[in-house]
């Protein structure tokens, strides 16, 4: 049974820097996409940086990008979001996710469009300014 955990939400001043885990256990695919999402009260799930193991080229949508860092330890079979210069508007509810089939799905123009299978628990980041 793939389980991911996530961890590392806090409260954080505007400005300021979290780092996001996502432990991930019963994982046996070989070609997957593992992504972290976000769900501010009121408004649409939003991608902000997804990953596959294939290429390895993250996307970032602009909201995020040159602050936010998806990472991979496979040793630890953890994934990481490093998040810089925190805004306001970064607060929300994150998820970890993994899809283990994107590959096999029509074609989308980055990761983060992909129907993602396996999702955990989020954990709740906010900024205040």
């Known amino acids: 049974e793939v389980q991911l955990q996530a961890s590392g939400g806090g409260l954080v001043q505007a400005g300021g820097s979290l780092r996001l885990s996502c432990a991930v256990s019963g994982f046996t695919f070989d070609d997957y996409a593992i992504a972290w999402f976000r769900q501010a009260p009121g408004k649409e799930r939003e991608g902000v940086s997804c990953?596959?193991?294939?290429?390895?080229?993250?996307y970032y949508p602009d909201s995020v990008k040159g602050r936010f860092t998806i990472s991979i330890d496979n040793a630890k079979n953890t994934v990481y979001l490093q998040m810089n210069n925190l805004k306001s508007e970064d607060t929300a509810v994150y998820y970890c996710?993994?899809?283990?089939?994107?590959?096999?799905?029509?074609?989308?123009?980055?990761?983060?469009?992909?129907?993602?299978?396996?999702w955990g628990r989020g954990t709740q980041v906010t900024v205040s300014s």
């Open positions: 990953i596959s193991s294939s290429d390895g080229i993250p």
């Open positions: 996710a993994v899809s283990s089939d994107w590959y096999l799905q029509p074609f989308f123009s980055h990761r983060c469009l992909y129907e993602y299978d396996y």
